[in-house]
């Protein structure tokens, strides 16, 4: 890593996706991490909410649709204190050791979902996550579009059965998610890198690989850049079964 991406937390490299429901993210993390283990980094693939014992029950919680009458604010504080669970249970020990750590959203969602989908006070939304992430930020992060609406990407995401609590929001709340990210993109160019998942998967990963090559160093000779690298990992990954869940290694 540059200067510019070291963690204050360890030598490891943190980095995040982001992106509305039905983006990808936890297709591209998987493969990103097949790829990174092909090069004998330590992996840990997480998700928000998530990644722990508590914070799996915690997702549980929040994401129940039979708990229909949660208010805004306890829906924040339960995200929050998941990622509290996580930065100091799994996050900051994997860093401090060295590993790559690939998250399924982090803070930039609780913006978008929390302050600009259900309109909590923006304000608060910062100083709550300031307070979770313990000073833990990502060298990079991977913004996924879809380039459709919030309506495609929400079948997308649940046509593998019932939606969950958040899914169950309405294209309204999803397409402000969606526009909220783009805003965190462009208020933040150098970190928040933007990504389209519409196209074929090897073309989306061959930007994602572009846009983290500062970051892991491969350089116009690196073996990543050479012609069906990623073919035997894409097709390994896309036949099998995606799961990031409890540090999932």
């Known amino acids: ?13 943190f980095i ?19 790829c990174l283990r092909k090069m004998g980094y330590e992996v840990l693939c997480l998700r928000e909410p998530g990644g722990t014992v508590i914070g799996e029950s915690l997702r549980q919680i929040v994401l129940d649709p039979a708990n229909s009458d949660m208010s805004d604010q306890t829906e924040l504080l339960i995200y929050e204190a998941a990622r509290a669970q996580i930065v100091k249970e799994v996050i900051i020990p994997a860093l401090a050791r060295g590993a790559v750590v690939l998250l399924d959203r ?26 979770a992430c313990q000073g833990v930020h990502p060298c990079r992060t991977i913004l996924l579009t879809t380039e459709s609406s919030a309506e495609v990407g929400l079948d997308r995401a649940t046509h593998h059965g019932d939606a969950d609590r958040l899914e169950q929001a309405g294209a309204d709340f999803h397409a402000r998610v969606n ?9 933040n160019p150098a970190r928040i890198r933007v990504v389209s998942s519409a196209g074929a998967k090897d073309e989306t990963a061959r ?19 050479k012609q069906g690298y990623f073919d035997p990992i894409l097709k390994r990954d896309t036949s099998a079964k995606v799961q990031i869940s409890l540090g999932e290694e």
């Open 1 to 13: 890593m540059t200067s510019t991406q070291e963690n204050s937390t360890g030598p490891g490299i």
């Open 106 to 131: 982090f803070y930039d969602s609780t913006i978008a979902y929390q302050a600009y989908g259900r309109g909590l006070p923006l304000s608060f939304v910062r100083q709550a996550n300031i307070f």
């Open 207 to 225: 930007a994602i690989f572009s846009e983290l090559a500062d970051v892991f160093n491969w350089g116009p000779a690196s073996e990543v850049w």
């Open 179 to 187: 526009a909220a990210f783009l805003n965190l993109a462009a208020e």
């Open 16 to 34: 995040t996706f982001e992106g509305g429901d039905g983006a990808g993210k936890t297709t591209h993390i998987t493969f990103l991490a097949s």
